[in-house]
């Protein structure tokens, strides 16, 4: 997917999260991509996934009730 001109890859879903620091960090799995390339990244530097991250919270609090 294109955005800003610049090729962006697309969230399947967010797998874990991990506290970093001051921030979290989201262990993202990419559409099209197997499991070895899944990336744990800043939630600062993912503005475009703000559904899947809800969606993982969504998932996660459901869970663990």
């Known amino acids: 997917m294109i ?3 610049e090729e ?9 999260y991990k506290k970093r620091g001051r921030g ?16 744990w990244i800043a ?5 475009y996934a703000k559904e899947a991250i809800e969606d993982y919270w969504t998932r996660y609090l459901s869970q663990n009730l």
């Not at 962006?8 to 874990?16: F, P």
């Not at 979290?24 to 990336?39: A, C, F, P, T, V």
């Open 43 to 47: 939630e600062i530097w993912l503005p």
């Open 8 to 16: 962006e890859y697309e969230v399947e879903e967010v797998r874990k």
């Open 24 to 39: 979290i960090q989201y262990l993202m799995h990419w559409k099209g991509y197997r499991d070895i390339h899944d990336q």
């Open 3 to 5: 955005i800003n001109k």
